[in-house]
């Protein structure tokens, strides 16, 4: 790692799910625009939405991935995120961690498929739950049910990394508004959602504690803004005709 670099730690959760997946990809932009300039900077970002949504990953579809009227009955929002990866479910107990590294950062940052396991390998061990590992392509699992699921998007100079943490979710709303997916690592073993993911038994605290223990970070000052969103929300997330366009 860059140990000259030191990243910045954002602990911060809006109001909306919009507004959280947008402050994402504008720490993104910013890292990026710095990079341009000749200067790193890198983000750790924690936030958990206070409403249950529907997250599709970049290319996926809403027909395919989301049981579109059950939500649309119980209000569950169906938004689209920057990042690739699969549909998840989101909501109270679930945490989100989100890293902004510029590609120099790490060995392996430049190559897509060692990125994942070069920062998640160092989650996993943070964790300090035995049997805890990567599995798949850029899952985290306790024995083999998955606990987190990340996915990324790059950028020229930068990544921006973006996973969940269970640790307290309601996982029996998963099938209710996710579909079985179509595309699924092979330790998955065709299995229902029940049947493959897990809550942590650890709660909020700890995880950022830990999570934060694998990276060189210091807080944000007290006086530090958050990158303005609102080009952001009206261009893609709450544009409706970027969100349903698969």
């Known amino acids: 790692m860059n140990e000259a670099m030191t990243l910045q730690l954002v602990d911060l959760s809006l109001g909306s799910p919009q507004e959280n997946l947008a402050l994402d990809e504008a720490l993104l932009l910013e890292a990026e625009s710095a990079a341009a300039e000749g200067q790193e900077v890198g983000y750790l970002r924690f936030w958990e939405s206070a409403a249950h949504f529907v997250v599709l990953g970049v290319s996926r579809g809403i027909e395919k991935d989301a049981e579109r009227e059950r939500c649309r009955a119980d209000e569950v929002p169906?938004?689209?995120?920057?990042?690739?990866?699969?549909?998840?479910?989101?909501?109270?107990?679930?945490?989100n961690f989100t890293l902004v590294l510029p590609l120099g950062y790490a060995a392996g940052l430049g190559d897509i498929n060692q990125s994942y396991r070069a920062i998640l390998d160092p989650c996993a061990e943070a964790l300090g739950l035995d049997g805890t590992s990567m599995l798949g392509s850029c899952d985290l699992a306790l024995g083999d049910r998955k606990f987190s699921g990340s996915a990324q998007k790059r950028s020229r100079y930068c990544l921006m990394h973006q996973a969940t943490?269970?640790?307290?979710?309601?996982?029996?709303?998963?099938?209710?508004?996710?579909?079985?997916?179509?595309?699924?690592?092979?330790?998955?073993?065709?299995?229902?959602?029940?049947?493959?993911?897990?809550?942590?038994?650890l709660d909020s605290a700890a995880l950022r504690e830990r999570i934060s223990g694998a990276w060189d970070t210091v807080p944000v000052n007290e006086d530090w803004q958050a990158p303005g969103l609102e080009k952001l929300l009206a261009e893609k997330y709450c544009n409706r005709e970027w969100t349903e366009r698969f």
């Open 78 to 95: 169906v938004l689209r995120r920057a990042s690739g990866g699969g549909t998840v479910l989101q909501g109270p107990g679930c945490l």
């Open 165 to 201: 943490l269970l640790y307290d979710f309601d996982l029996e709303l998963i099938p209710l508004y996710l579909r079985h997916p179509d595309k699924q690592p092979d330790y998955r073993q065709q299995r229902g959602h029940l049947d493959f993911v897990t809550n942590l038994p």
